[in-house]
């Protein structure tokens, strides 16, 4: 199995990478479903409320907004988990990404992850002004913080990550200028206020880059990729479940063409026909290997 997939990697020019949680175990930041994963940590880590410990999953839901305790436990795990990532390093996995492009294969980077790793090896993000960039963050990141009402994003500073841990609601400074900008003109005080929230999508809500993460998927198809490889995911998310199933055809279009999967645990029957590869163990043991 290994030397096919050394030949599908030597082969390859077009390269598509889709990343999950499991890419950054090693850096010290946990997944999502595994037993010791954020889903089960969440509601067993210091300060968590009473509250907390029936819902580590319905934390990364848009309704943790509805009450003010869900809505701190939210606020202080997200400190906590920006500070995880500050001081987390690159694994050998996304190194093996970092390579990848170095040696002109890399057509695109899909992560699931919003700790921002990627950047640090170093590869740009794809953005409306860097259309160069080779990653895709799917569920937003760590990095920017964003007002809840006028959509006002600032940097997640260290003070800011201080007053998350606290659990407090931090108010958006900008709202609040152009609050009093309006009373100063002798205009009716604008009300309710927004405040500030971590950049990253949340279950049951919409996205707000969904347009033009299908475009950038869709385009990224259209150049006939050769290569897809998928590390350190279970695909339980539709959507991905679908970029997946979606990259995997054009792909497969290609007679050389391969996919391999790159995960601890292994997926459920209906993508055995999707991999021609499933390589199980530790993301970073396996790129070591290949």
Known sequence: MLDGVVRALARSRRCVVVTGAGISVAAGIPDFRSLHGLYNVVPTRP??????????????????FREAQSTADFFAFIGDLK????????????????????????????????????????LA??????ADGKVVRLHGELDTVVCTRCGHACTFSMALQ????????????ACEAHDRVREAAGKRSLGALGHLRPN??????????????????AADQRRRP???????????????????KDLAAKVHERPSGRVILINKEPLGKEWDA?????????????VQAI
């Open 47 to 64: 300060g968590a409320s009473a509250s907390c410990a029936t819902r580590g999953k319905d934390l990364f839901d848009v309704s943790v």
């Open 274 to 286: 999707v991999f021609d590869y499933q390589l199980l163990g530790c993301a970073d043991d396996m």
């Open 226 to 244: 050769d290569l897809l490889i998928v590390i350190g995911t279970s695909l339980k998310v539709i959507g991905i479940k679908m970029l997946i």
């Open 125 to 130: 993000q794809y953005t409306e002004t860097c």
């Open 200 to 217: 990253i999508v949340l279950y049951n809500e919409p996205h707000a880059q969904g347009e033009a993460i299908a475009r950038i998927a």
């Open 162 to 173: 201080a007053e998350f841990l606290e659990g407090r609601t931090v108010p958006c400074e």
């Open 83 to 122: 500070q995880r990532s500050d001081r987390a390093d690159v694994t050998r996995a996304h190194r093996f990404i970092k390579q990848l492009d170095t040696r002109g294969k890399l057509l695109r980077c899909y992560t699931q992850n919003i700790d921002g790793l990627e950047a640090r090896l170093p």
